[in-house]
């Protein structure tokens, strides 16, 4: 059993930054491709980042380019999404996911229950 937990979230003013993390335990492989998805209120869930298992290629989706960056120590967890240069549209909860292949459209396995980002303009 995969078990993801997220942490790092909170309230920041807009221009700001935060770092979520996301810690895995249980499971059979070593190692996973890790994602970030987010959803806000009354929106539809959204991809942000994807790492494969050993962190050389990374996938980001357009609203957070330049601005965001997943990264990871190999095929060891946890997980960081550092977010920068913060928007009010930013707001949303954050999902940790994981599964065997990174991209913005793979299928992942393993959800977190989310960590609560807000942006005050």
């Known amino acids: 059993q995969v078990r993801l937990v997220e942490s790092g979230g909170g309230l920041v003013q807009a221009g700001g930054s935060l770092k979520l993390s996301c810690v895995r335990s249980?499971?059979?492989?070593?190692?996973?491709?890790m994602a970030w998805f987010r959803q806000g209120p009354g929106k539809e869930r959204e991809f942000v980042a994807a790492?494969?298992?050993?962190?050389?290629?990374?996938y980001y989706g357009d609203s957070v380019k330049g601005r965001f960056t997943i990264s990871r120590d190999g095929a060891r967890m946890p997980v960081y999404l550092h977010m920068n240069s913060l928007k009010p549209e930013d707001t949303a909860t954050y999902f940790c996911?994981?599964?065997?292949?990174?991209?913005?459209?793979?299928?992942?396995?393993?959800w977190g229950r989310g960590t609560q980002v807000t942006v005050s303009s």
């Open positions: 996911a994981a599964g065997a292949v990174a991209g913005p459209t793979t299928k992942y396995d393993y």
């Open positions: 249980g499971g059979t492989f070593s190692a996973y491709a």
């Open positions: 790492i494969n298992w050993s962190g050389s290629t990374t």
